[in-house]
DNA sequence: CGTGCATTTGATATACTATAACAATAAGAG
DNA sequence: CTCTTATTGTTATAGTATATCAAATGCACG
């Protein structure tokens, strides 16, 4: 398998548009099977261990780019047939969230996929407050300035949480 | 009384240092005194009703830099004689979060007073994980930068929460 | 005043989010 | 195969937040 069928497809990465890839029309079970192909390979570089309960809830973080909460994802594996209790879900998304494959929305108290696990970094995200659909970006200049600012402040920074809430265009267009 | 009075008091404006003042010694009384002092104009000049649970919340908010959690506030309230529900706490926070007294940190669930309830803003905060005191800052080179971002991706900003977890100084030279 | 309406608070119950603790099982190393 | 560690199962509980309705309070108006 090549590497480059290990990133997300194509439809996520055009950037001719403004509207982020994830907010339009796109292949999403695409989506789906590169972020489970990334999860292999990254996980297989790191020694981690992708079992079938982390896998299936990575599965099911993914099945929209809306935050899932992790009583839904409970619901969802109990209806596969297994009769999952709240750890398994937590410990699942922790290992998820420390691998780098899944973020916390702690605004929401929920989790979204990340969208570029092959590259670990931080969460900047934007959240529609009418559809409640998640953009993930990175920005370098939020980041220098908020480095900047924290050093001017005799910070040393360890982790960022950028959660900004608005309305996408698609939801403005629609009234 | 005059209005310079009701703001926050020097030690909290003194920007000589890279310090922030919150994190150096000072007159916290005078902090106290202050942040009420501000939140009894800006009641008075929106028209909101600053009673004495709310008020009493505020000043309980207020005891220190570090953010306290709901439950803490409650076990304070009830130490004061009322005997407390926690709808009781959450309607004054509730209140104090929409009047722009107080912020809601959802990284710790918890709150912190607001250093410049006079010009209402959104939260940008500096945490420091060893000694959990928080620093809010506003810069205008962040806000700039995630305004941009999010009218290139299409969205309209209505909210911001940008919570940076990190180590102070202090906590720095304390190895 | 006194009446009526709106806001705030009291009180009970419950929903939602997350973790502790320990037992059972499965996976990997030698 | 056996030892060791990591993972999952299971039960219980901790921690955070809200729904609902009743009682009390504040305020506008006549
Ligand atoms: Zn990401
Ligand atoms: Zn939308
Ligand atoms: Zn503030
Ligand atoms: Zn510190």
């Known amino acids: 398998m090549m590497v480059s069928s290990l990133t997300l497809p194509d439809a996520l990465m055009t950037l001719d548009s403004n509207t982020p890839a994830a907010l339009r029309p796109h292949d999403h079970d695409a989506c789906i099977d590169a972020a489970l192909a990334a999860a292999e390979q990254?996980?297989?570089?790191?020694?981690?261990?992708?079992?079938?309960?982390?896998?299936?809830?990575?599965?099911?973080?993914?099945?929209?780019?809306?935050?899932?909460?992790?009583?839904?994802?409970?619901?969802?594996?109990s209806a596969d047939g297994r009769r999952a209790m709240p750890?398994?879900?937590?410990?699942?998304?922790d290992f998820l969230v420390n691998a780098g494959l899944v973020h916390r929305l702690a605004t929401l108290n929920a989790f979204v996929g990340c969208h570029d696990p092959l590259h670990p970094h931080q969460g900047q995200f934007l959240i529609c407050g009418d559809c409640r659909r998640v953009v993930e970006f990175h920005s370098g200049s939020v980041n220098r300035s908020l480095d900047r600012k924290a050093r001017n402040l005799g910070f040393e920074l360890t982790e960022q949480n950028v959660e900004l809430l608005g309305r996408c265009s698609d939801c403005r267009d629609a009234h």
Request: glycine letters at 4%; a positive charge.
């Open 42 to 77: 990254t996980c297989k570089e790191q020694g981690l261990r992708l079992t079938p309960i982390r896998r299936r809830v990575l599965e099911l973080v993914w099945q929209s780019h809306r935050p899932v909460g992790a009583y839904e994802l409970l619901e969802a594996l």
């Open 87 to 93: 750890p398994t879900v937590y410990r699942a998304l």
